[in-house]
């Protein structure tokens, strides 16, 4: 019994029931189980082209978590990936068509991610700068600015004045000009697979991460604000510059993971570019409870069931937003056996005497 | 029409869906309750009703279907958080990200043949008070849900006003649950009937805008009028006046998308679709230090 209140376990029992329950809709959709299975483990695995894109994306997915388990270590929560991914985006985009056309990549490359994550880290920085000095929830408006950055998209690619490739004619489509060769994501050159180096890159930052938050100082004074912000301060650690750079630091991550979006083939800056990674990181964050192998595992799970999704669509007919509902699902299932779970792990370990009532602890996030 | 009523015409037509969606969150809020689900609740609303109305062919029963799709994701958000005592802001991202999904997915197996006609609402023009220049039209010429919506507003307001004896409950189990429950109200119970009755209100919301003023569902139909409608509330103080006034606002602020190039002033569309947001994000951050939310919102209650 106790094995199985153990969250690993909510967590992989919350992903089969959503499973299921997207085989039925596909079902509905007029898809059998057979089909719908092999449709997504096609999409998935099915060739090395899929497995390449799938592998992007998933680089885009550990990057987005990463961020947001650094804020929420430090009690924030980050809803604003998708403004962030939008923001690294148009920072790369603005840099990398601007550079002459034969800069060399190791010039080209870090110039782009670098403006990416420097314009990630000041989308943040709004919303922290808001949270520190006037107390104003970072939930609410990090998630308000990602209308404000997803519309921004839209601007700089619709105004020539802006990052819209040059109108030559009425088909001319609202994108901007590709990225100068050098400011490309190398391909790992596995053959006939599109997948980068962003997911070397991802994985170095995710052990990066790791450390930080486990090892080090910073991490611990990060974990300390978490749990008890009035202890933390008293112990001497600078609350609102912690704070401050744990949110920048979690916009500058998606800031990159945006840069690569639009580093990697079509190399262009389109709307919807972000497809929906931003919530989907957070989803991965939450569910990695900050464990970096958990968020590995997540992210890759997600990443190829979303690549799978839009397979499904292609060959079973069932719309890819079923991928979006099995994935939200997944967070309200297990948001709903967390706190549940937690509490007959409690029960079971010590039958203590009742205290009086008190109020329950928020799951997770320390408000 | 002069171009100012076309304005405050769209923009009441905005906001009234907003208002509906507002006032109801205000309750919940005080309560302690936090739905940010109700972008979620919106949608769902707007697109039960829409099926509603095409399936039985009455605008009156769809509205009553847009009420019943609010409730079902109210329900889901109140066993949540509630119950289960789940984190509130994470199941409400969630169940709006359900909703965007589940409403899309919906729409292509059940209104993609027959989404076209939908039996909709038609505007009333109230005899003489149509007539008043510049504000007639936008105040006076509503269809018969908007009434119903400004009704359902006003006695919200006015029964779990923060003078009422419900209202008093409602505040209480929102600013000390421990000290509520010690005093004999059933805390989770309040709380629950609460986030029922914004979800309700939500749907209703969501009909409004489907039934009276689109006249059709479209994915994604609310695009954010639900994460207003919350910010409406912070920035109203959670006081009923201040989330009306800040609720029109918004509504006039997304009325200016389309108002500005009928005026031939050349503004990107997309920068017009940012204002709302960005308007939101000031109104907010320049009230948060003056004004203070209910102590347990956000803080789920169990006796220990």
């Keep these: ?29 007029g898809a059998d189980p057979l089909t719908t299975v092999s449709a997504l483990v096609e999409g998935m695995l099915g060739t090395s082209y899929a497995i390449g894109e799938s592998l992007n994306g998933v680089a885009v997915l550990m990057l987005v978590a990463a961020g947001f388990v650094i804020a929420y270590r430090a009690g924030l929560v ?17 840099i990398g068509t601007g550079l002459p056309a034969g800069t060399p990549a190791f010039v080209a490359l870090p110039a782009v991610l670098v403006a990416a994550a420097a314009a990630g880290f000041a989308w943040a920085a709004v919303p922290a700068a808001l949270r520190v000095w006037r107390g104003t929830s970072e939930i609410i408006t990090t998630l308000l600015l990602n209308f404000v950055g997803l519309a921004l998209v839209t601007l700089m690619v619709h105004e020539e004045g802006l990052l819209r490739q040059p109108v030559t004619s009425s088909e001319t489509l609202p994108q901007s000009a590709p990225l100068v060769e050098g400011a490309h994501l190398p391909e790992l050159g596995l053959s006939r697979s599109p997948a980068t180096v962003g997911i070397v890159v991802a994985v170095v930052a995710l052990v990066a991460v790791g450390i930080l938050l486990r090892h080090t100082g910073t991490g611990l004074r990060l974990t300390a604000l978490g749990h008890a912000p009035e202890a933390a301060a008293r112990l001497g650690v600078p609350v609102a510059r912690a704070r401050f750079l744990a949110l920048g630091g979690a916009g500058a991550f998606a800031g990159v993971a945006g840069g690569m979006l639009v580093a990697t083939a079509p190399y262009v800056l389109a709307e919807g570019f972000t497809s929906g990674y931003g919530f989907s990181g957070l989803v ?8 970096m192998t958990a968020l590995a595992a997540v992210a890759v799970l997600l990443g190829f069931l979303v690549s799978g999704g839009i397979n499904l669509q292609l060959v079973a007919g069932v719309p890819a937003t079923t991928v979006s509902i099995v994935e939200s699902l997944i967070i309200l299932f297990i948001a709903g056996s967390a706190a549940w779970a937690a509490r007959r ?11 009086a009532a008190t109020q329950a602890e928020t799951v997770g996030a320390e408000r | 029409m002069t171009l100012l009523t076309q304005i405050l015409v769209s923009g009441i037509g905005f906001a009234l869906p ?23 609740m919106m949608l769902s609303g707007a697109f039960t009703a829409v099926l509603g109305a095409v399936t039985t062919g009455s605008p009156w029963l769809g509205a009553l279907a847009g009420i019943l799709g609010g409730l079902l994701l109210g329900a889901a958000q109140a066993v949540l958080s509630v119950r289960a005592l789940a984190d509130q802001i994470v199941v409400g991202i969630a169940a709006n990200a359900l909703a965007l999904a589940a409403t899309t997915f919906g729409a292509r197996l059940l209104l993609a043949d027959r989404g076209r006609e939908v039996p909709a609402f038609d505007r009333i023009a109230i005899p003489v008070l149509h007539d008043i220049p510049v504000v007639g039209p936008a105040l006076f010429g509503q269809t018969p849900l908007g009434w119903v919506c400004v009704l359902v507003v006003v006695v919200t307001a006015v029964l779990l006003g923060p003078r009422t004896g419900r209202g008093l409950r409602i505040d209480a189990t929102g600013e000390d649950a421990v000290a509520a429950d010690r005093t004999g109200l059933p805390v989770r119970r309040v709380r629950a009937l609460c986030i029922l009755l914004t979800s309700a209100m939500a749907g209703l919301a969501g009909a409004q805008l489907a039934l009276s003023e689109v006249r059709a569902f479209s994915d994604n139909m609310t695009a954010g009028i639900g994460y207003l409608a919350v910010v409406a509330v912070i920035a109203g103080r959670w006081r009923a006046t201040g989330t009306v006034l800040a609720a029109v606002l918004f509504g006039l602020a997304q009325a200016l998308q389309y108002a500005l190039p009928a005026l031939g002033v050349a503004v990107p569309p997309a920068v017009l679709t940012m204002i709302p947001y960005v308007i939101a994000v000031v109104a907010i951050s320049g009230l948060a230090g003056s004004s203070r939310a209910p102590s347990c919102l956000t803080v789920p209650f169990a006796r220990a």
């Design chain 2, 18 to 40: 907003l208002l509906v969606a507002a006032v109801g969150e205000l309750v919940s809020e005080r309560a302690g309750a936090l739905n940010l689900s109700l972008e979620g």
């Design chain 1, 345 to 355: 792990r409690a029960a079971l370990r010590a039958p203590a005497p009742r205290p």
């Design chain 1, 78 to 94: 980050n809803v604003g990936g998708e403004g962030q991914l939008c923001a690294g985006g148009i920072a790369a985009t603005a």
């Design chain 1, 1 to 29: 019994m106790s094995r199985l209140l153990h969250p690993a376990a909510v967590a992989a029992l919350a992903v089969a029931a959503a499973l299921i329950v997207g085989l039925l809709l596909a079902g509905l959709a």
């Design chain 1, 284 to 291: 991965v964050g939450l569910l990695a409870r900050g464990s």
